[in-house]
């Protein structure tokens, strides 16, 4: 993935001289110089022509340079006049050429993610740079920053923190999904970015990734936006800072609310079928009393 780009010597450099682009050098004395009439001597040829090889010999010009100059009769009658002319032309011509050819290209995939959030010329250029040095893992982390990219309420924002990552060689393209991290995202519902986020600071902290890992359930578990707590708590953990301690209020919403929620529904449940059972016991033994009741009427009564 890494391009490299080579220059051509400066213009009136000692070593060789940088290829003229015909067409460039043709179109660059049209448009600088103005049409003048073109009068011919008696054998046809462009008045002044006759002198403008040697008037052009101190610019250094090729055969092939000074036959680009020619084509246009009024640009050789101009050159005819002014013999600095074709010097201070191709000179500029070849300054230009030399631009374009020294600036180094963005690379295409880079371009197409640049497109596709908007990014500008700078934050583009400075992606594209930091890209090149990652050549082994260009694509994987290419693709990791398409992923971390489409959610994001600020593109560009989100864009300069993994390009300071990148920058402190802590910038990780796929981290692995391991099943500490998927049991975390299935059970608080965590969205992608933040369980990506979770991923990539478990991965960076082997030495206290128990601890964080119970210390984050301790979090995740009274928040009713697990996934925004995930990136405050995370978003500037630095590796060898310790997880800040967990809220022990449990929001409204939150795991632990609804599992509270759902333990009370299960006890009124409870008490309600106990309720019911109670007094249908008490409807049968009240039914038992009327039959024994009306037994003994009737005993009486013989």
Not at 52 to 59: K, L, P, R
Request: aromatic letters at 2%; glycine letters at 6%; hydrophobic letters at 30%.
């Amino acid at each position: 993935k890494v391009k490299s780009h080579s220059c051509g010597s400066p213009p009136g450099g000692g070593g060789g001289r940088a290829a003229m682009d015909l067409a460039t050098l043709i179109s660059t004395v049209r448009a600088q110089v103005p049409a003048q009439p073109a009068t011919n001597s008696a054998d046809g040829t462009p008045s002044g022509s006759m002198g403008i090889s040697g008037a052009m010999g101190g610019a250094d010009l090729s055969p092939t340079d000074q036959a680009a100059l020619l084509q246009n009769p009024a640009v050789a009658y101009q050159i005819a006049q002014n013999p600095l002319l074709a010097a201070s032309l191709l000179q500029h011509a070849r300054a230009a050429a030399s631009m374009v050819a020294c600036t180094p290209s963005i690379d295409p995939d880079v371009q197409d993610l640049a497109d596709h959030y908007g990014l500008d010329e700078r934050i583009t250029k400075q992606l594209d740079d930091e890209m090149k040095k990652r050549p082994v893992t260009f694509e994987g982390d290419l693709l990791a920053l398409w992923d971390i990219l489409k959610d994001a309420r600020s593109p560009t924002g989100l864009l300069h923190v993994k390009i300071a990552e990148m920058q402190a060689n802590t910038f990780i393209g796929q981290p692995t999904m391991d099943k500490d991290v998927k049991e975390l995202q299935r059970k608080y519902k965590l969205d992608d970015q933040a369980t990506r986020k979770l991923a990539e600071v478990l991965q960076r902290r082997t030495e206290t990734r128990e601890q964080d890992i119970e210390l984050l359930h301790r979090h995740l578990e009274t928040s009713n936006k697990p996934s925004a707590r995930v990136m405050m708590v995370l978003g500037k953990l630095k590796p060898e800072d310790p997880l800040p301690e967990a809220d022990k209020r449990i929001a409204p919403g939150s795991y632990l609310d609804k599992l509270e929620r759902e333990k009370e529904r299960k006890d009124n449940d409870r008490d309600r079928r106990r309720d019911r059972r109670s007094r249908d016991r008490d409807r049968r033994s009240r039914s038992r009393d009327r039959r024994r009741s009306r037994s003994r009427d009737r005993d009486r009564r013989r």
